[in-house]
């Protein structure tokens, strides 16, 4: 009688099965059964979030110089902001990679403000920043924000906009920029406490400490008020870099008080020449914003604190052709696009940039001019366009001077 054929059985589970799977080492079985738990196993684990060949750590960290040169492509002007930014988004991602260790010194956070008149360029900074490093970028806006209760947003808003720009990804956007404008209008309506809620003001500023300094909030990812049974998000603010912006209209009389100067007249003029008339934000201090109407604790978690100057001629000359994204260029490309080779008369840039000084509008004002003597040609040249041919078009000061006092004269008209 011939001898029974050994029964072979999984190395794993020890069940005999019809389907093995043989290892490398001789006598290592593995069932079917065990194979496909295995890979409901596998499946079932969250994977870790692979790095990203281009995401930040401590040895791809542009140096304070190379963030510099890199905001010189894209903003004119504005040396002093620029350093100042530079090295205080050096620092804080140094802060945030670095290795903890067993190191007894933490080094706390720098928010920043950015303080300059409109068309300066600070919304500007904060996105080339942002841009630059490759991390999650929210622009908030606080005149819509209020005290939790009232009608408006929620502080927490501004985080809802940076998760929506990481997809969602909570690490990433940990690791982000939010950068809050027009700060200034959240200030105390009146520098004495008041009886009554200032709800839209130092209200706002109160709800925003904890959340600047750096603490756990509960962000609701579709809104709180329309949806209050949604699962919160968690989000730690304290490695999340807040930039702040705002005009402080009027701010100069502050601060001319402060120095015992005159913002207008004759008086002590021998005293005070040493004192820019022309660029007082330069002075700037803690004190007149504390004077303006932000509350002390605010101020103490804005620790870095640098001013924009106003862009003169020059600088809005330049902002027309030198940056990468240029007005100039931009509308170059566009009409590229339809087959036309646009080019501009040095005159005409001038006389643009005469008129923008003339409206007081800064950069801003820039290409509200340039899309008004613009859009006659874009609306056009389309139509001509041939395949392969080139249509040369060259904007003199004579045409841009045509389309401007024409938008004028309708703007006067309806406004009669």
Do not use: W
Request: charged residues 25%; aromatic residues 6%.
């Amino acid at each position: 009688m011939a001898k029974k054929q050994q029964q072979e059985v999984c190395s794993f589970c020890g069940r005999s099965m019809p389907h093995m799977f043989t290892g490398l080492d001789d006598g290592v079985l593995i069932c079917s059964e065990c194979v496909e738990e295995g890979h409901r196993i596998i499946s079932n684990t969250p994977k870790a979030r692979p790095l990203n060949s281009d995401e930040l750590t401590v040895d791809n960290l542009p140096t304070p110089q190379k963030i510099c040169d890199f905001l010189d492509q894209y903003v004119i002007g504005q040396e002093e902001a620029k350093r100042f930014l530079s090295v205080a988004v050096y620092n804080h991602y140094k802060r945030v990679l670095q290795d903890k260790g067993d190191d007894e010194v933490e080094i706390e956070k720098s928010n920043i403000l950015l303080v300059g008149s409109t068309g300066t360029g600070k919304t500007l900074l904060a996105r080339t920043i942002a841009k630059m490093l490759k991390v999650p970028f929210a622009i908030g806006d606080a005149t819509a924000l209020t005290q939790a209760g009232y009608v408006g947003e929620d502080v927490e808003s501004l985080l809802v906009r940076l998760l929506q720009d990481a997809d969602y990804d909570v690490n990433k956007a940990q690791r982000g920029i939010v950068f809050i404008d027009e700060i200034d209008k959240i200030a105390r309506k009146s520098e004495n406490m008041s009886i009554t809620r200032d709800v839209s003001g130092e209200g706002v500023q109160q709800s925003l400490l904890k959340m600047l300094e750096g603490s756990i909030v509960n962000v609701p990812p579709q809104g709180g008020r329309k949806h209050p049974d949604q699962e919160l998000i968690h989000v730690d603010t304290k490695n999340i870099l807040f930039i702040c912006g705002g005009a402080f209209d009027g701010i100069e009389r502050k601060i001319a008080q402060r120095m015992h100067t005159q913002v207008i007249g004759f008086s002590a003029q021998q005293e005070t020449e040493h004192v820019d008339q022309d660029n007082l934000l330069q002075y700037i201090a803690p004190q007149d914003l504390k004077s303006y109407g932000l509350i002390p604790e605010i101020i103490g978690r804005l620790p870095v604190l640098t001013y924009l100057k106003p862009l003169n001629r020059t600088a809005l000359r330049n902002i027309l052709t030198e940056p990468k994204n240029a007005l100039t260029k931009q509308y170059q490309k566009l009409l590229a696009m339809d087959n036309v080779k646009l080019s501009f008369d040095d005159n005409a840039l001038d006389y643009i940039v005469d008129k923008a000084i003339e409206y007081k509008l800064g950069a801003r004002g820039l290409r509200g001019l340039m899309e008004t003597v613009m859009t006659d040609l874009m609306f056009d040249l389309p139509n001509r366009k041939q395949m392969g041919t080139l249509i040369p078009f060259k904007v003199t000061k004579d045409y841009a001077r045509e389309k401007l006092e024409k938008a004028d004269y309708v703007r006067l008209k309806n406004a009669v």
